[in-house]
Structures are given as structure tokens and as C-alpha cells.
């Protein structure tokens, strides 16, 4: 392979980050539980969840005041006087209100403003407030602990590694607690190969081994949610910004549909083929690469970082490494001799050497270099790895 000379200085730099993807992690997951509430349990609830509010918002602007951020030194400024006015809320909710506000101001260290929690901002609870059982949860509100509240969770066996913070979200008239959970990923399997895999546009994914997933359904997709936020946008009324909203999550539970079920079929393949899989590293590649103002929809509409996120978890719960790879001129070098030039890259679809005239789709040239450059760093971090780590035959 004649890649040009930085892409093994590269190579050898993600590679060695990489090295860890080899040895048995922890899986840090966020678990989605669905409350049954009635009417009474709603209203407790909601009760908790806007007093809550209110006090990180008296805190904030305390923590603004004093220009003092730090989670001691403001519960010191904060914590009795808050004790005093709200002589029913819990203490423990008081504790996590301060860390909340806290954190809030290390995402925005340099605010003009104090920062503001809305009304419905997530509620923030730990284990001495909130704990499960066999016949459903048991909370603390400001009208005294509900207990047994039924739950619909699709794994209950992943409650058993619960570990931090559960979280309260009130989204669409529906109560949900979003529980971290710390599950122990498979022992990292000692691959034989790699899979390259290709990320586009007309191609979600395309890799080594053939297979594609196209984008023909995303494209339709994003063309009719677009053309309805433009229709929507003329309007300009209170109801259609409201519209527009709905639309926005609408086409995101979509993307994040589509890309659960392309990670899954990667993961497995590799999983079964005793592969390792290689992706490339497009950090950055919206300031490197431009696109005409046409395409610019196209181009930003789609969560390459969240489809990638999705392999990578997926991949550490299979026991599948997974290999980064730069991704300069992968698209332009022929996988058969190595020989690279902007002008093989004839159009989106079609690559064909100058030099020996291998021809083939350009998504799938790309996995192949992908794969080439993936076998290279298989073969250095298994070098680097512990000892009896060693390739399948």
C-alpha cells in the first residue's frame, strides 16, 4: 500500500489511544424507566419537581452573586437560609440542587446572566431518595414518600447495576427516571481480521465485506421534514413554532432509530465473523470539509458522532475491539495498488485508478482502505497488549 507518509504517524497515535478498547471495561448506560402514575402521584410528583426548580434558581442567582461556584463553598452561602424557607424539602434534594447548579456553571463558566432551570428541568435524585424494588419504586416528594409505584422498563435485569444519580424527567404528560447503570462488558475477544466501515451520505455505511445501508429512506425522510419546517416557518404562527418542535424530535427519534438498528448489524456481523471492527476518525471534518449551500442541509442533518457512539458502547458490551483510523484520503486511494489521487474519485459512486485501472463503488474502495489500515493497528496493539493476547488463527 503506497498511503501517503503521515497516515502511519497517525495511525500509530490512535492506535496506542485505542490500546484499552482491548482489555475488559465497565459500560457506563443510561436506563429509561417508565412511572405509572395516577393522578395523585402525578401531582406529588410535579409539586416536587417545580419546588425544585425554584430552588436552584435561588441558588444560581446566589452562586452568581458571589461569584462562587465551587459545591462547598456555596452550600456554606446557601444551605441553611435555604433550609429555613423551605422547612418541608428535603435535605437531600437540597445537597443535589446545589451540585446541579454547580454544574450548570462549569458548561457556562463565563455567564452574564445567572442560570436560569425552567420549570420542568429534570429533578436530580440519588439512592437515600429513591430506591427500587420488586413491585415498582419507591420516591420522596414534597407531599411524603410515594412507595410501590409500578414501572415498564424493557431489562429490569439491568437495574441490579444501578450505580449514581437517577434523574426525573417529565416529558409530554409521561413521568420517566433515567438510571445510570455501570454494566460489565464481555472479556474482549482477540480478532482475526477487521472490518472496515465506511460513513457517508447516499450510503449510511458501507463495509469491507459488501454490505451497505443506504440512505435512500433518510433521504426522503429529511427532505419531508424540511420542506414541512419550511411551510411551517412561513406561517409564523405561536402553534406552528410549536409544530416545528414536535417536528425536531420527531425526525430525531428517527435518526436515532435508524442508527440503533445499523450499529446493531455491525456489531453483530463482527461479533460472529470474530472481527474487529475499524472506523474513521471524523473529529473535526465539518471545518475541514465544505459543501455547496444546496447540500448543506444533507450534509448536517445526519449524527455520524451519535451512529458512532452507538457502535462503540454496543461493541464494548459484545466483547468487539474497535479500531479509529484517520480518514484523509481514504476515498481517493485504489485499495489494490496503493496508488492515491484526487482524480480516481470520478464522481460520489464511482472509483477508478489511473494508475491500474482497478475499478469499483468508492464507498467500498474507502472500507477496503479502512480495513487495510485497521489490520495495521490490529497488529500493533495486540503487540503492545498483554501478555497470551494473541490473533486467531
Known amino acids: 500500500m503506497a498511503f501517503p507518509v503521515n497516515f502511519f ?40 419537581m417545580l419546588e425544585f426548580n425554584v430552588i436552584c434558581n435561588e441558588f444560581s ?14 452550600q456554606n452561602i446557601v444551605y441553611h437560609p435555604s433550609r429555613e424557607t423551605h422547612k418541608n424539602f428535603s435535605s ?15 458548561i457556562k463558566r ?25 413491585e415498582g419504586v419507591s420516591i420522596w416528594t414534597v407531599e411524603g414518600r410515594i412507595k410501590n409505584i409500578p414501572i415498564i422498563v424493557w431489562n429490569k435485569e439491568l437495574l441490579k447495576y444501578r450505580k449514581g444519580q437517577t434523574d426525573l424527567k417529565y416529558e409530554n404528560g409521561k413521568w420517566f427516571l433515567l438510571v445510570t447503570v455501570d454494566v460489565p462488558d464481555e472479556e474482549k475477544i482477540a ?6 466501515v465506511d460513513l457517508g451520505i ?52 428517527f435518526r436515532k432509530d435508524v442508527n440503533h438498528c445499523i450499529s446493531k448489524k455491525l456489531v453483530e456481523k463482527a461479533k460472529g465473523t470474530n472481527c474487529a471492527l475499524a472506523l474513521e476518525e471524523l473529529k473535526g471534518i465539518n471545518t475541514r470539509v465544505t459543501v455547496r449551500k444546496s447540500q448543506r442541509n444533507e450534509r448536517m442533518s445526519w449524527s455520524f458522532y451519535q451512529l458512532r457512539s452507538f457502535i462503540e458502547y454496543k461493541a464494548s458490551e459484545k466483547g468487539v475491539p474497535i479500531v479509529m483510523v484517520p ?29 491500474c485501472g482497478f ?3 468508492a464507498d467500498h474502495n474507502a472500507s477496503l482502505n479502512i480495513r487495510n489500515l485497521g489490520d495495521q493497528s490490529i497488529s500493533l496493539l495486540l503487540a503492545q497488549a498483554k501478555p497470551g493476547l494473541e490473533a486467531s488463527s
Open 92 to 106: 437531600q434534594l437540597t445537597i443535589r440542587a446545589i451540585d446541579c447548579v454547580c454544574c450548570s456553571y462549569k
Open 191 to 196: 480478532p482475526s481480521a477487521c472490518i472496515g
Open 202 to 253: 447516499v450510503q449510511i455505511a458501507t463495509t469491507s465485506d459488501g454490505d451497505s445501508y443506504s440512505g435512500a429512506i433518510v433521504k426522503e425522510k429529511r427532505k419531508q421534514y424540511h420542506d414541512h419546517r419550511q411551510r411551517l416557518q412561513k406561517r409564523g404562527t405561536r402553534s406552528a413554532n410549536r409544530k416545528i418542535k414536535e417536528i425536531g424530535s420527531r425526525e430525531a427519534r
Open 359 to 361: 475499478a469499483a463503488n
Open 61 to 74: 442567582a446566589q452562586a452568581f452573586e458571589h461569584k462562587e461556584f465551587r459545591k462547598n463553598q456555596l
Open 327 to 355: 480518514s484523509p484520503y481514504t476515498s481517493q486511494t485504489c485499495s489494490d495498488c496503493g496508488h492515491c489521487e484526487k482524480k480516481n474519485r470520478k464522481n460520489q459512486s464511482a472509483f477508478v485508478c489511473l494508475s
Open 9 to 48: 504517524k497517525k495511525v500509530s497515535k490512535i492506535a496506542g489511544i485505542k490500546r484499552a478498547r482491548f482489555e475488559t471495561l465497565i459500560v457506563k448506560k443510561t436506563l429509561k424507566v417508565k412511572l405509572i402514575t395516577d393522578e395523585v402521584q402525578h401531582r406529588a410528583l410535579l409539586s416536587t
Open 110 to 134: 463565563n455567564a452574564k446572566y445567572p442560570n436560569l432551570f425552567k420549570k420542568h428541568s429534570a429533578v436530580v435524585y440519588d439512592d437515600r431518595v429513591v430506591s427500587f424494588g420488586e
